[in-house]
């Protein structure tokens, strides 16, 4: 069946580090992949996605390229700011439409001063 | 714009009372969502609806009901609650029935069953 695997946190890095949350699905043909954030006392909300191989989603300075090879979708940021501080989701979007979307159990990153 | 609003924020409730969570959007969105956060756990989707009028079952049903009576709401009750249903529940939409569609959330329910 469709799942997906991230890294357990907590994940702690001081500002201006460099970021990678990694991610890894199983799943029939070519899914949409996402990744939400969720900030503290708050919802989750999109970050970033990519609907087809070797799709680049970018956004806030976050990246995550679509590995159709190694089934994976990586989460990257140059330097992570304080205000980084959430928990990071995965996301997977089965090919039929009809299957709802599935979620890792998140990744809780805290960022130093 | 207020997107998704919940209702209440935060709730403590003896075992074996009833209890409904309120979930509201003015976006107009067709497909509703409840899932419920648990740590270690991650999200689950308890139930769904494509469009007013129908619902589905998720992945963990049992002991919820929903009613999609119009687009704008969509509320989770609980009949009679038990200390497993202690969690976090957030209410999401989004514009279409497919899930390649941004889901938007709500803030969330904290619910403590005791």
């Known amino acids: 069946g469709n799942s997906v695997t991230q890294m357990e946190g907590p994940v702690t890095l001081s500002e201006e580090a460099f970021l990678t949350i990694n991610c890894t699905y199983t799943?029939?043909?070519?899914?949409?992949l996402f990744w939400y954030v969720q900030y503290p006392g708050e919802g989750l909300q999109l970050l970033l996605k990519?609907?087809?191989?070797?799709d680049k989603g970018s956004n806030k300075g976050f990246e995550a390229t679509y590995r159709k090879e190694t089934t994976s979708f990586h989460l990257e940021k140059g330097s992570v700011q304080v205000s980084d501080s959430a928990v990071y989701f995965c996301?997977?979007?089965?090919?039929?439409?009809?299957?709802?979307?599935?979620f890792g159990k998140g990744t809780r990153l805290h960022i130093l001063p | 714009i207020a997107g998704i609003t919940q209702a209440p924020t935060s709730q403590i409730l003896a075992a074996g009372r009833r209890m409904t969570l309120r979930c509201t959007q003015d976006m107009r969105h067709n497909a509703m969502y409840w899932y419920r956060q648990d740590l270690g756990l991650g999200l689950r989707l308890i139930h769904y609806?494509?469009?007013?009028?129908?619902?589905g079952k998720g992945e963990v049903p049992d002991g919820y009901s929903v009613s999609r009576a119009n687009t704008d709401d969509f509320p989770l009750t609980l009949a009679s609650a038990v200390p497993s249903q202690t969690s976090v529940y957030f209410c999401?939409?989004?514009?279409?029935?497919?899930?390649?569609?941004?889901?938007?959330f709500g803030p969330g329910t904290r619910l403590t069953v005791l």
């Open positions: 990519a609907t087809k191989a070797d």
């Open positions: 609806s494509n469009t007013a009028g129908t619902t």
């Open positions: 799943a029939t043909g070519y899914p949409s």
């Open positions: 999401a939409s989004s514009d279409g029935q497919s899930s390649y569609n941004e889901q938007f």
């Open positions: 996301a997977l979007c089965p090919l039929n439409r009809d299957d709802k979307i599935i």
